[in-house]
């Protein structure tokens, strides 16, 4: 589902805490009853994720991507470009803050710059002069910051509505929310319509992709969550992630037990005991 990948609206900063502490306490008690010995490592609540990604199919389904649709077909390509530019450089101030806590200094200041330059030559963000300039865009937000320090992904998880996550990301939610510009925005009605507004402009910037996912994948449920993780861990890293341990298989206890039988051999042929190297010829005496 490609809104999943998208959809990451907040709310206010303060009750987030509080409501996504106890969101991902019950989130726990029951991935811990709907996972089963043969679960993926990365995905042990896999049964319940499973649950929670058909939720949000179906709203997407219903409600979501008509409105996107609906969106691309009276909105000019123009306005939709400008309507992501403007949101991306108040993305950036975040990134700004991210990168800064994670002591990189370039991209902090590529971040830094893009958002003076746009701000103010690109009419509040609405044009991408610094991308013409060939600054660079770092897009960092804590759940970055928490990997770059070392901090575990953690299992994946399925948050409703929001969509692909894993257990270190949620918990840096209530931090990203109270990062977040327009989630924070202190008239009310101003902040939700531009949340949905920026939810809509993302969902419609992958109708495309939706499409051919529906079309190549199997299983969307494992190709979003292989995507979504492989991805994750490839930013985290910047590009250059490390190779993942791979764990040697363990013989079975039978096997360690009871050696495996030998049979005897009957002696070979003089020509096959000692062949010698390849391409070498037995010579007659």
């Not at 009750?15 to 993926?40: D, F, K, Q, T």
């Not at 049964?47 to 979501?64: C, E, H, K, T, W």
């Not at 991408?128 to 759940?143: P, R």
């Not at 399925?158 to 510009?181: I, Q």
Request: aromatic content about 8%.
């Amino acid at each position: 589902m490609t809104n999943q990948l998208c959809l990451q609206e907040g709310a206010q900063a303060d009750p987030s805490y509080r409501r996504w502490a106890g969101v991902l306490l019950v989130w726990l008690a029951l991935g811990g009853c709907a996972s089963g010995p043969n679960a993926n490592p990365r995905d042990p609540f896999e049964p319940f994720n499973r649950g929670v990604y058909q939720f949000n199919d179906a709203v997407d389904s219903a409600l979501i991507k008509p409105v996107a649709i609906a969106y691309r077909d009276v909105t000019p390509v123009r306005l939709r470009q400008g309507i992501g530019n403007f949101f991306d450089n108040l993305q950036d101030v975040w990134s700004f803050v991210n990168n800064a806590l994670q002591f990189k200094g370039q991209a902090a200041l590529d971040s830094l710059k893009r958002v003076g330059i746009n701000t103010v030559v690109g009419w509040g963000g609405i044009f991408d002069i610094a991308s013409e300039m060939e600054i660079e865009k770092h897009t960092k937000d804590f759940g970055h910051t928490l990997g770059y320090w070392g901090v575990a992904p953690g299992p994946y998880l399925v948050l409703p509505l929001l969509g692909p996550s894993t257990l270190r990301d949620t918990v840096a939610l209530p931090v990203d929310m109270a990062g977040d510009m327009v989630a924070n925005f202190p008239h009310v009605s101003t902040r939700n319509s531009a949340t949905v507004l920026r939810a809509v402009n993302q969902r419609e910037g992958l109708l495309k992709a939706g499409s051919m996912l529906e079309q190549a994948a199997l299983d969307k449920y494992s190709f979003t969550r292989d995507a979504f993780l492989q991805r994750r861990r490839s930013v985290i890293y910047d590009g250059n992630p490390p190779e993942e341990e791979t764990v040697e298989a363990v013989p079975a206890p039978q096997d360690l037990a009871q050696p495996p039988a030998q049979t005897p051999s009957k002696p070979l042929p003089d020509t096959l005991s000692n062949p010698g190297l390849a391409g070498d010829e037995k010579v007659k005496p």
